[in-house]
């Protein structure tokens, strides 16, 4: 089984801080994406990467930065939250045969 | 750009009843992904379909892959409270490399 792990199931986080969201992924996939889900708006794309520091803007990058140092790890960076960053954020890993997402569990994030 | 619909938004059934879902794109999709996202959780990936016409069950669920390569259909047979969750449609086309399309979510409410 795919195993996409994120290091954190919730978060607080006071404006203006730097945040990192981590995403581990152990299938070996070249590309991941990560997402953040907001009631009413869907999922929508943030970030991905098809491989070893190689990143694409998503349709909503702005206020965020990603970081792919190894293949098996992709970092979502806040550089100084906002209140408008609260939310739930997936990383997901796609298996390039078969264009399968596989998703983490999810990180809650919380601006105040 | 490509853009995905999906319906119902919601759906509010008595345990034991049928369910059907639907996504419609605005242009020619390779391939449809169906997933499911419980409270709290990353979505889980249900159902993957790769040719017009093609239908996949897993279990109580059955979705299809439109003929025209524009829609998809997902069925639940004999619902169950553990159906419960919002259910997604996932589409990728040509051209866009790995990046799926994601529809607005089907949120399924089920009445013991």
Not at chain 2, 79 to 95: T, W
């Amino acid at each position: 089984d795919v195993k996409v792990t994120q290091s954190s199931r919730y978060l607080v986080k006071r404006t203006g801080e730097k945040v990192f969201l981590e995403c581990v992924q152990d299938m070996d996939h070249e590309n991941m994406f990560w997402y953040r889900q907001d009631p009413g708006l869907g999922l929508r794309l943030i970030y991905f990467s098809y491989d070893v520091k190689m990143k694409e803007k998503g349709d909503i990058p702005e206020g965020y930065s990603v970081s792919r140092e190894k293949k098996e790890r992709f970092s979502l960076i806040l550089e100084s939250a906002s209140t408008n960053q609260t939310s739930m954020y997936l990383c997901a890993t796609q298996d390039r045969l078969n264009e399968k997402l596989f998703f983490g569990s999810g990180t809650q994030l919380s601006v105040l | 750009g490509q853009q995905l619909n999906q319906s119902p938004q919601s759906m509010f059934i008595q345990e034991g009843e049928d369910v059907s879902m639907n996504c419609t794109s605005s242009s020619i999709f390779n391939t449809w992904l169906w997933y499911k996202q419980e409270p709290g959780e990353g979505p889980v990936l249900l159902i993957a379909l790769y040719k017009a016409g093609e239908l996949t069950s897993n279990g109580r669920l059955t979705a299809q892959f439109g003929i025209t390569r524009k829609d998809s259909f997902l069925n639940i047979s004999a619902s169950i409270p553990s159906d419960v969750g919002i259910y997604f449609c996932a589409g990728h086309g040509s051209g866009n490399t790995g990046k799926l399309i994601f529809g607005q979510g089907t949120t399924l409410q089920v009445k013991p």
